[in-house]
């Protein structure tokens, strides 16, 4: 997909996708601000990722993703890393629909993808990610990639 010209562009992947390095590229390529929309979060709520999602649930970070990227969606020249699971709700995805985004990774066979996050385990959020059982572990993220994989490809 052409970015250039773009005012904002949204880099979103699967879990163990290169979103930030991708996102990094596209930044220093046109030369606009790098956003990480979880960093973005962390600052404005003041707790990690991991424990918004421990504390409060999925439900409130996603809540809170949403009041980021809608924030984000009114500047320009900025390029976002977005976390994995911001697809996931509907109220992101309409953000996104109306934006450049660009699938990092697309390409990269689920393999790879998951042993990039596997070796990111114990930064995930995810608490199947925090089990022992690596057979059990990697199953669920196959379930999961296979879950998103849809809607993934409603863009581009």
């Known amino acids: 997909m052409n970015y250039h010209n773009k005012p904002r562009i949204f880099v979103i992947g699967f879990m163990g996708s ?28 003041g ?3 991991q424990r918004i999602c421990m504390t409060m649930g999925e439900h409130e970070y996603r809540n809170k993703e949403y009041e980021s990227l809608e924030k984000l969606a009114g ?27 660009i699938i990092a990774d697309r390409e990269t066979p689920v393999e790879t993808l998951w042993e990039r996050a596997r070796a990111e385990q114990e930064s995930s ?7 022992s059982d690596d057979k059990l572990k990697k ?12 809607l993934y490809n409603q863009f581009g």
Request: aromatic share 6%; with cysteine; net charge negative.
């Open 18 to 45: 290169d979103r930030k390095g991708t996102a990094e590229n596209i930044a220093k390529e046109l030369d606009y601000q790098l956003v990480d929309l979880d960093r973005e979060i962390e600052k404005e709520d």
């Open 75 to 101: 500047q320009n020249r900025i390029v976002v890393a977005c976390g994995d699971g911001t697809i996931l709700d509907e109220m992101n995805r309409e953000i996104l629909e109306k934006n450049c985004v």
């Open 125 to 131: 959020p995810y608490a199947f990610m925090h089990q």
């Open 139 to 150: 199953e669920k993220f196959i379930n999961l990639y296979e879950q998103r994989k849809s």
């Open 47 to 49: 707790r990690s990722i």
